[in-house]
């Protein structure tokens, strides 16, 4: 299967800071997904970004296919960011969906 | 609302005694899928299914069962749960793969412990 990797595995970030998530695959994708799991579980949709580049309020993704790679942009954080985000992708041999590991984001006021 | 449900959300129970747990969703969708996240392994994907009475295996499907009679459910099922099965599954659905903007949507997630 596809391998999935982010980094860094754990950040601290005071209020307001910005920060910058990174997902490497080992393969070309179909579908990239970001997801923000709260501290209750919940697994929240961020982005659907196979490619390019979307922006929603204070985060932001972009996707390089052809080098594999996405990153999420947080700016300005705030205490409810705080949580784990993962990478999510489906390889376009198949239609299997694999994780990273996540990023656990804590932002301390 | 747009939804994926699960239940139940926390089950306790037993080595050898069966159980399933349920999933719906509302939005039509044709793809559904389970996951199960253990601490420092993110989420693994357990089985899938493209519609109605088409499942395959995901990455870790020992041990579970799935069916797919209706389109809105996807029951899993574990015939003899041993205590390796204790995690935290999450059901998902999308549009088919294949058919352009797909995003998966996730259950709340059911906590499930087997002593």
């Known amino acids: 299967g596809i391998q999935v990797e982010q980094s860094p595995p754990d950040l601290i970030l005071q209020e307001g800071a910005n920060s910058t998530l990174r997902c490497n695959f080992s393969?070309?994708?179909?579908?990239l997904q970001w997801f923000h799991q709260n501290p209750w579980g919940q697994l929240i949709n961020l982005f659907y970004?196979?490619?390019g580049t979307k922006q929603n309020g204070r985060l932001s993704a972009t996707t390089v296919a052809t080098e594999r790679y996405s990153l999420l942009y947080i700016s300005s954080s705030q205490t409810t960011d705080s949580g784990v985000y993962f990478c999510?992708?489906?390889?376009?041999?198949?239609?299997?969906?694999?994780f990273g590991t996540g990023t656990s984001l804590t932002v301390i006021p | 609302e747009a939804q994926v449900t699960q239940n139940p959300r926390y089950l306790i129970t037993v080595t050898g005694k069966k159980l399933t747990v349920t999933c719906s969703q509302n939005m039509n969708h044709e793809y559904m899928s389970w996951y199960r996240q253990d601490p420092g392994l993110g989420l693994r994907q357990i089985y899938y299914s493209m519609n109605v009475e088409v499942t395959d295996k995901g990455d870790v499907p020992e041990g579970y069962k799935v069916s797919r009679k209706e389109k809105r459910n996807f029951p899993l099922i574990l015939e003899s749960p041993s205590p390796n099965q204790t995690s935290l599954y999450f059901c998902a659905s999308s549009l088919s793969p294949g058919r352009g903007y797909y995003e998966q949507y996730f259950g709340p997630g059911t906590r499930l412990t087997v002593t």
């Open positions: 393969d070309s994708v179909n579908n």
């Open positions: 970004i196979p490619s």
């Open positions: 999510a992708v489906e390889a376009n041999t198949g239609n299997q969906f694999y």
